[in-house]
C-alpha cells in the first residue's frame, strides 16, 4: 500500500486494522476464539497488503480475566510475520488502556474506570510485555475517568512519556474542547505532544464534527472507531441503507465498504481509518478502498444522501470529565 498518511512521527498505511474483533467482539464473532490460526492470518494478510498500523487495547478480551488478549494476539502475529526486519520496524501497534474491569465483567459488563498514575504506568508496563515491545510506539487513553479533571488526566498520560515505557501518546472519546486543552497542555504533535484521537466515526454516527476539525487544525490524525458504522448495528454500511454508496459501488465494481473507506480519506487529509475483519478477504475489501479516487461531485453525492437523524449519541459522549479551570 503506497498511500500514506501522517501518525506523529510516522508515516503509516492510510488505513490501519482494527484487532478487537479477533478477540470475539460482536458475540457472533465469537467463533474467531476458536480458531486463533486464522485470527493471525488475518493480521498477517493486512500485514501482506501493506497495512503498518494495528489497533489494539488492554481491555480487548472475552472476559475479565483475560485482559490483554489482544494485545498477545497482536504480538505474536507481528513476531511471527514473514516481513523482514526492516518491515517490521515500520509497523506501529497502537495500544490503549484506561478501562478496568471487575471480576465477573465480559463484553458487556460494567466498566470501570481509572486514570491515576500508577495504574497507567502498570497498564503501559503490562502492555508493552504482551507486545513483545520495550516501548509502545503509541498508548491512548481508551476512556475518560469522570472523578478526575481531564487536565490532571491527560498530564498523566503524558508522564508515561517521561517514563520512558511509550513513545508518543493520543486520546480516544473525546470533545474539541478537551483536545484543545490537551495541545495546551502537552503540545502539537510537531512539538512532540498529543498525536492522534480515536472516535466513532461513519456514515452512520456524525457527531462531533469540531473534533476532525480541531485535530485538522493542530496535524492530529483521527482515527475513526466504527467506521462502517458498527458490524453489530442493523443501520451500518453494508445493510442497503446507505443508497449512494451502494450504487456508486457499483459504478466502480467495488463494494460498499471498499466506498466508505474511500469517504473517510476524501472527506479529511487526517483520517486513518481502522475497520475491523475476523476474515482475510475482509481486510482486502476495505484495503481496495484506499485505491477509489473520489471527484468532489462524488464525494458530495455520498454526503447528501446521507441522513440527518446522526444516529443515537454514545453513552460515554454524554458524560465529560470536569474542566479544571485555572
Avoid at 497542555?185 to 472516535?199: C, F, R
Wanted: with cysteine; hydrophobic share 40%.
Amino acid at each position: 500500500m503506497n498511500v500514506k498518511r501522517v501518525l506523529g512521527p510516522y508515516k503509516v498505511s492510510a488505513i490501519g486494522l482494527g484487532c478487537m474483533p479477533l478477540s470475539g467482539f460482536p458475540p457472533e464473532k465469537a467463533w474467531i476464539l476458536e480458531k486463533r490460526d486464522e485470527a493471525i492470518k488475518v493480521i498477517h494478510t493486512a500485514l501482506d497488503a501493506g497495512i503498518t498500523l494495528l489497533d489494539t487495547s488492554d481491555i480487548y478480551a472475552p472476559t475479565w480475566n483475560t485482559m490483554g488478549h489482544n494485545e498477545k494476539l497482536v504480538g505474536e502475529a507481528l513476531g511471527t510475520w514473514s516481513g523482514s526486519a526492516a518491515q517490521k520496524s515500520e509497523v506501529v501497534m497502537a495500544t490503549k488502556g484506561g478501562i478496568t474491569r471487575a471480576p465477573g465483567d465480559n463484553w458487556f459488563g460494567v466498566s470501570g474506570r481509572n486514570s491515576n498514575e500508577h495504574y497507567f504506568y502498570r497498564a503501559a508496563e503490562a502492555s508493552a510485555l504482551r507486545l513483545g515491545v520495550e516501548k509502545i510506539k503509541l498508548w491512548q487513553h481508551h476512556r475518560l475517568d469522570h472523578h478526575m479533571s481531564f487536565e490532571e488526566q491527560f498530564e498523566n498520560v503524558l508522564k508515561l512519556k517521561n517514563y520512558g515505557i511509550v513513545e508518543n501518546v493520543g486520546l480516544c472519546n473525546v470533545t474539541a474542547e478537551q483536545i484543545e486543552l490537551a495541545v495546551k497542555i502537552g503540545g502539537t504533535p510537531e512539538q512532540g505532544g498529543l498525536i492522534s484521537v480515536q472516535n466513532q466515526w461513519s456514515p452512520r454516527y456524525r457527531h462531533d464534527h469540531d473534533v476532525i476539525t480541531k485535530c485538522e487544525k493542530y496535524g492530529i490524525a483521527f482515527l475513526p472507531w466504527s467506521p462502517m458504522g458498527g458490524i453489530a448495528n442493523s443501520a451500518a454500511v453494508g445493510s442497503g441503507m446507505y443508497t449512494a454508496f451502494d450504487e456508486l459501488a457499483k459504478e466502480k465494481a467495488v463494494s460498499t465498504y471498499a466506498i466508505t473507506i474511500a469517504w473517510h480519506l476524501a472527506n479529511s487529509p487526517v483520517s486513518i481509518p481502522i475497520p475491523g475483519a475476523t476474515r482475510a478477504e475482509s481486510i482486502l475489501d476495505s484495503c481496495r478502498g484506499v485505491s477509489v479516487e473520489l471527484t468532489p461531485a462524488e464525494l458530495q453525492r455520498l454526503n447528501d444522501s446521507l441522513p440527518q437523524d446522526l444516529g443515537p449519541v454514545h453513552e460515554e459522549m454524554l458524560d465529560h470529565p470536569p474542566l479544571r479551570r485555572k
